[in-house]
């Protein structure tokens, strides 16, 4: 039997890593669905401002949402899957250095210092989507 602290471990897990990993598929998906007025398509603008050059080319089009959101959904899921039954203990805590540099490299891009590529828009997205599961998952104590 599945103690309470477990099943509630893995309800909030199931909650928070089914959206983030459909997110990240419908993003790459995206392209290949052909319609804008699929029903993919409000879900992927309600959260992205999709412009295209910032978007990852993928061999079948270009994805659904930018470089660092498609990234941050991605690190997203990957990360609780990670957490959810970690192989070491990682503290809460760690997770919110994982959120300066998307936070720095927005904050940059925004007061228009520099122009941001999209691997790097990726990598800070994936580590963002990453210290968010840290941070989530982390607080629940074993």
């Known amino acids: 039997m599945i103690s309470s602290f477990r099943r509630g471990r893995l309800v909030l897990a199931i909650l928070l890593g089914v959206p983030a990993g ?5 993003s790459i ?39 660092r959101c498609t990234a941050f959904w991605l690190g997203l899921s990957a990360g609780i899957l990670a957490m959810y039954r970690p192989l ?28 941001s590529s999209n691997l790097l828009r990726s990598v800070t997205g994936l580590a963002a989507g990453f210290g968010i599961s840290i941070i989530i998952l982390g607080k629940m104590r074993k």
């Not at 459909?22 to 419908?26: C, Q």
């Not at 669905?33 to 089009?61: N, T, V």
Request: aromatic fraction near 12%; include cysteine; hydrophobic fraction near 45%.
């Open 88 to 115: 070491i203990r990682i503290p809460f805590w760690t997770g919110f250095p994982l959120l300066l540099p998307l936070i720095a490299d927005g904050l940059l891009q925004y007061h228009s210092i520099y122009e």
């Open 22 to 26: 459909l997110m990240f598929l419908f």
């Open 29 to 67: 998906a995206w392209p290949v669905s052909g319609s804008s007025e699929d029903a993919i398509d409000p879900i992927l603008s309600a959260s992205c401002h999709r412009i295209p050059s910032r978007c990852i080319e993928l061999p079948w089009g270009i994805s659904g949402l930018c470089a």
